[in-house]
């Protein structure tokens, strides 16, 4: 590796535009005080090398874009094969959105399972380039984990403060990786004035957050993987559950980049999306504002997402947003954690509550025709929900079984372990879907079958599925009206006709407008309507319910 000690890097100031020379420790500009600085690069230098090129013959990972990331000297680097994630095309959900190109950039295969850790590897590499051996950082949880992982293999030895709102095994993670831990009881916005204090007092090293530029250069590696994964293209929409806004505001900026080498033509919009306990960005946006009104007093459990004071983070937002569009969105925890449960169960995604956030605002601005069935839609799939989310399940999510009685185990009797094992299995109700798209009936078996004791059976078209309720004598049917062939309407004019078949309940699913003639020749039939590609489990399960009663 090159150790492109020459590397130009000059910062400008992201409020009075004034310009100088990249120096590790300048944190405010001189002229006019302002905090965010931004890191600028020599493009010319690498529009010369070619370094589309080169990329492709580079390792995955951020530092892959070492030229555009404010290290002098790669020996500096401190790397956990950080970034790569990833680009997961959502199955069942993309079915269930009606969404033709939503792309989960699946965040939590970091080390520490965020997308912290983009940040941690850029900001330790920093210190451990300025010979920095011990600093401060204030967190909602995963820039702590991310950091104290990073800084143990640099030998920096960290500070951590949490907000007393963070889990206890978040906290340990950290003490885990041998930081030392201290829980302010208080807001995050109080927990960093405290780390403020004390890293002043002590004179050590202070993280800044989103206001060093480790963070927002480390944040727009995502921009370049997503463009790169794209064929060099950019998508319509960025999406994240947004705390202080260091994702968004990151990734603008490496759109940004990639457009001034060429490389792409525009940023994407940016959806965000916060708690909404505590979205004074969201407010602020809704309300037409470029200025946020802070939440002194954050009313959510989802601690990641708690920065109540965005400060100057949102105007930046606001502009890029108005320039390049967006939208914004707030999801209450209820809303969270039931989206958390549905991707967990339909696509096997764990994310973690401030993820799930994000999913939850994702749902409503395509609901509201925000997001169309085909824009290209990139979410950040931020983090994993590690062990830590304990309410996340009811009680009954464990089933027992309990064979001791039956005697010992060796020489199980089988009766006992049948009557046994009839206790987990029981009440089964039996569903038929007459479905010729395979997405939509392995939708709707998904769901099926992780909710209750549901049966499913599957028919590709009408008279196979009159064949199959003929023989199954199903609770309750499910029926496309599209196929090719014998069609939905149909199929229930002969199921309808039948003596036999005809109390059994039906349920039509449909991705057509239906003229006022066709709901006609549907009325009295079913007893349920549903649109393709625009309802959510619940509302499937709950029609469900409503026709087996
Ligand atoms: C930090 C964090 C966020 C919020 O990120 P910002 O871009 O700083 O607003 C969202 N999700 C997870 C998992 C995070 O760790
Ligand atoms: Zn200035």
């Known amino acids: 590796m090159d150790t492109s000690s020459t590397k130009k890097i000059e910062l400008h100031c992201t409020n009075c535009g004034y310009v100088m020379n990249y120096v590790s420790r300048q944190t405010t500009c001189p002229q006019c005080g302002e905090n965010i600085l931004e890191a600028h690069y020599d493009m010319e230098v690498i529009r010369r090398a070619d370094w589309q090129k080169q990329l492709a013959t580079r390792k995955p990972g951020i530092w892959r874009y070492h030229e555009l990331l404010p290290l002098r000297n790669l020996d500096n680097i401190i790397t956990m094969g950080e970034g790569g994630t990833p680009m997961l095309k959502a199955r069942n959900l993309s079915s269930m959105l009606g969404l033709k190109n939503l792309y989960i950039k699946d965040e939590r295969q970091g080390p520490t399972g965020s997308f912290k850790d983009r940040q941690a590897s850029v900001a330790i590499s920093v210190l451990n380039e300025m010979g920095i051996d011990e600093a401060v950082v204030a967190s909602t949880g995963n820039v702590a984990i991310a950091y104290s992982a990073y800084a143990a293999r640099a030998g920096i030895k960290m500070w951590t403060f949490f907000t007393s709102q963070v889990p206890g095994e978040k906290m340990r993670e950290a003490a885990l990786y041998g930081s030392e831990v201290i829980k302010v009881t208080g807001t995050y916005d109080e927990t960093k004035a405290v780390a403020a204090r004390f890293a002043e007092a002590r004179s050590i090293f202070l993280d800044r957050g989103i206001k060093s530029i480790a963070a927002i250069e480390s944040m727009k590696t995502m921009a370049y993987e997503i463009a790169e994964d794209l064929n060099w293209r950019t998508p319509d929409w960025f999406i994240q559950g947004v705390s202080g806004?260091?994702?968004?505001?990151?990734?603008?900026?490496?759109?940004?980049?990639?457009?001034?080498?060429?490389?792409?033509?525009?940023?994407?919009?940016?959806?965000?999306?916060?708690?909404?306990?505590?979205?004074?960005?969201?407010?602020?946006?809704?309300?037409?504002?470029?200025?946020?009104?802070?939440?002194?007093?954050?009313?959510?459990?989802?601690?990641?997402?708690?920065?109540?004071?965005?400060g100057r983070a949102y105007e930046l937002l606001w502009d890029i947003m108005?320039?390049?569009?967006?939208?914004?969105?707030?999801?209450?925890?209820?809303?969270?954690?039931?989206?958390?449960?549905?991707?967990?169960?339909?696509?096997g995604l764990s994310v973690e509550p401030a993820t799930a956030v994000m999913f939850a605002g994702l749902f409503k601005m395509v609901r509201n025709g925000t997001i169309k069935p085909d824009d290209v839609v990139v979410v950040n799939c931020s983090g994993h929900t590690f062990p830590v989310e304990k309410h996340i399940l009811d009680d009954q999510w464990e089933r027992q079984v309990d064979v001791s009685k039956a005697g010992r185990t060796i020489s199980l009797p089988e009766e006992g372990l049948l009557s046994a094992l009839e206790q987990v299995d029981k009440a089964v109700r039996r569903v038929v879907v007459i479905e010729d798209n395979d997405d939509a009936a392995r939708l709707i078996s998904r769901i099926l079958?992780?909710?209750?004791?549901?049966?499913?059976?599957?028919?590709?078209?009408?008279?196979?599925?009159?064949?199959?309720?003929?023989?199954?004598?199903?609770?309750?049917?499910?029926c496309d009206l599209m196929m090719p062939g014998m069609d939905g309407f149909q199929v229930i004019d002969i199921l309808k006709s039948n003596p036999e078949l005809d109390e059994i309940p039906v349920i039509v699913l449909t991705a057509k407008e239906l003229t006022p003639r066709e709901r006609d020749r549907l009325s009295g039939q079913i007893d349920t309507l549903l649109q393709k590609g625009s309802f959510l489990d619940e509302e499937l399960l709950q029609s469900i319910i409503r026709t087996l009663q």
């Open 245 to 310: 806004g260091m994702g968004p505001i990151g990734v603008a900026k490496g759109f940004r980049e990639l457009m001034d080498l060429g490389m792409v033509d525009k940023i994407p919009a940016i959806g965000m999306v916060q708690s909404a306990g505590c979205a004074p960005m969201i407010e602020a946006f809704k309300a037409g504002q470029r200025i946020a009104i802070p939440v002194e007093n954050p009313q959510t459990l989802i601690a990641t997402l708690s920065t109540g004071r965005p």
């Open 322 to 347: 108005q320039k390049w569009g967006g939208a914004a969105e707030s999801a209450t925890d209820e809303e969270a954690f039931e989206a958390m449960r549905l991707l967990a169960r339909v696509d």
């Open 449 to 478: 079958q992780t909710r209750g004791q549901y049966k499913v059976e599957i028919a590709t078209n009408g008279p196979q599925g009159i064949e199959l309720v003929r023989q199954v004598k199903p609770d309750v049917i499910i």
